[in-house]
């Protein structure tokens, strides 16, 4: 009888902690974030902006001198973007000085309704499939929320969880990825989608403050829509899984939290502050960034090579400090594909050379730059589509994501390929043509003679000045 009621007892034993363990499974299993699909937003042709549209629009800007003059058509040649990149409407209308609640409106419902339209017939999807929605637009945000323009737009659910980020800048995208796979951790079997995009209407900066009138030459119109889900039913679906995702904010020093601010000028006009600390700032949340995600991606053997190089200059006391001995590390050991955000030429150069990556490695971001120009947010996803429709990612492959943003922020993330991708995207019609045999700036050639000018040979006289670009 005692043996009986000992045997019970361990059968149920057996059968409550297999029970436990298999639920202790599917829910590890469920936690997982899978990328099911991207699309990229392609503006229609008719807002392309050109090396004469550029000129026209900086011609309207009557408050400009000569100065001013030189010193646009000098960041213009220099930016690294071409003349195939898209501007809002009431910018090619020119009421770039008084835009509307409406323009941007405009500007927000001719991304919404291409791509969340385009995201959800790609994947078959539909709209009352989804259970969280993350809009990240980091300068407009109205009431009623962006977010609830989706979801009347597209019918979605009542119970649709939704949130809305604003004043994220840049690295907004990663931010909302992050908060997602937060949201997975539940193990609950959800579908998100993310919709990033930034608006230009109403940031566009009329003054003469050469620290504000950068972001004009940088920015472009653009947006994706991601979808997302720890379903393993639906990963088999899936492009990408999120290995792990590191987050770095320097807001708590002034030189971060200065460097890149929404003001107004001398004048009153409103634009984007992009300050003398910027590179710096940027450099050091960067370095604080990667101590935390290289020791999640890196072999060992490159990790012990770092410590024993910082080790090294410490009892050597050679000059340098985490990041220079950093900068030695094989990060290819690792990492298979490197996603830069297409800031700027600038930007990529400085992370090319912190990391020591090759032209093969940043021609993706630099590809994007030039056709598209600095998108903010989504300026990733593009990057990341240039990569796919180039053919370059496949099965068991790493990619790391890394952007900057107000704050200062440096965010960064690991994608493991599910699959062989090759999805032309927006850049299916011109990947042929990328990267071009002579990557000659559209914008150098119209007004590269500006850089070999002096004060001594330069005409004084803005008129005489403006009919040699023109």
């Known amino acids: ?15 409550y902690s297999l029970y436990h363990i298999f639920k202790y499974y599917t829910w590890k299993i469920s936690t997982n974030c899978y990328l099911i699909d991207y699309v990229c937003f392609k503006p229609s042709p008719d807002r392309k902006i050109s090396t004469l ?3 026209k629009v900086i011609d309207r800007n009557k408050s400009l001198g000569l100065p001013e003059y030189k010193t646009l058509l000098k960041m213009i040649i220099r930016s690294g973007i071409g003349e195939e990149t898209y501007s809002p409407r009431n910018i090619l209308e020119g009421r770039e000085e008084s835009p509307t609640i409406d323009d941007a409106m405009l500007e927000m419902d001719e991304f919404f309704t291409t791509s969340v339209s385009d995201i959800f017939a790609k994947t078959n999807i539909s709209p009352c499939d989804v259970d969280v929605l993350v809009v990240s637009i980091s300068s407009f945000s109205p009431s009623p929320s962006l977010t609830s323009r989706i979801v009347r737009q597209h019918k979605m659910r009542d119970d649709v969880k939704t949130y809305n980020l604003s004043g994220m800048g840049c690295s907004a995208s990663l931010i909302a990825i992050g908060m997602v796979n937060k949201i997975f951790k539940s193990g609950k079997k959800t579908i998100a989608m993310v919709v990033s995009s930034e608006s230009i209407v109403p940031n566009w900066y009329c003054g003469t403050d050469k620290s504000m009138m950068l972001s004009n030459v940088l920015f472009r119109s653009g947006g994706s829509v991601m979808l997302f889900t720890n379903d393993p039913t639906i ?5 990408m899984r999120l290995k792990c995702i590191v987050r770095t904010n320097i807001g708590c020093t002034d030189e971060g939290y200065n460097c890149v601010m929404q003001k107004e000028d001398g004048m009153g006009r409103v634009g984007f502050y992009l300050g003398p600390g910027l590179p710096k700032a940027a450099m050091r949340s960067f370095s604080k960034n990667f101590q935390q995600l290289m020791p999640k991606v890196l072999p060992y053997r490159e990790l012990l090579l770092y410590m024993w190089r910082l080790a090294e200059q410490k009892v050597t006391k050679e000059k340098g400090n985490s990041f220079s001995a950093a900068a030695k590390i094989n990060y290819k050991s690792g990492i298979d594909h490197f996603c830069l955000h297409a800031g700027g030429s600038t930007v990529i150069d400085a992370v090319a050379n912190a990391l020591g990556l090759s032209s093969y490695d940043v021609e993706p971001a630099r590809m994007t730059l030039f056709r598209w120009g600095n998108t903010s947010t989504s300026s990733l996803w593009y990057v990341l589509g240039y990569m796919e429709a180039k053919k370059r990612l496949r099965k068991g492959n ?5 952007s900057f943003g107000a704050g200062f922020e440096c965010n960064s993330c690991i994608w493991e390929v599910m699959r062989d991708l090759e999805d032309g995207d927006v850049w299916e019609d011109c990947i042929k043509d990328y990267p071009p045999e002579n990557l000659v700036n559209p914008f150098m050639e119209k007004f590269g ?7 001594e040979t330069i005409s004084d006289n803005v008129e005489a000045f403006k009919k040699r670009w023109q």
Do not use: F, S, Y
């Not at 790493?398 to 890394?402: F, N, Q």
């Not at 003679?449 to 004060?455: G, L, M």
């Open 1 to 15: 009888m005692i043996l009986v009621v000992v045997a019970t007892l361990t059968t149920l034993l057996v059968l």
């Open 53 to 55: 549209t550029c000129g």
């Open 235 to 239: 990963k088999t679906r899936a492009k």
């Open 398 to 402: 790493r990619v790391m994501m890394a």
């Open 449 to 455: 003679w500006v850089n070999d000018e002096t004060e």
